[in-house]
């Protein structure tokens, strides 16, 4: 399955966890785990994103705002 998650990101270069955990059928928390084997060796970089309509009020999705990017150079 890392081989399918790094292709899909390769392709994508971002998706949110939501994205991710659908696309795979798989769980939140096992997807953070296997992405952290691709965080670890630098290859993909996680962020939280803003919510648009800039308040802090925390009550967006956290699997929406949770995104994953590739970030491997040539």
């Not at 939501?18 to 691709?38: G, M």
């Not at 630098?42 to 962020?47: A, E, L, N, Q, V």
């Amino acid at each position: 399955m890392l081989i399918e998650i790094k292709k899909f990101l390769q392709t994508k270069q971002q998706a949110s966890l939501q994205e991710l955990c659908y696309s795979f059928s798989i769980t939140p928390d096992f997807a953070r785990n296997l992405l952290k084997h691709y965080i670890i060796k630098g290859k993909i970089h996680c962020f939280v994103k803003k919510p648009k309509c800039g308040t802090v009020c925390n009550k967006c999705d956290l699997l929406m705002t949770e995104i994953y990017q590739w970030v491997e150079y040539a």
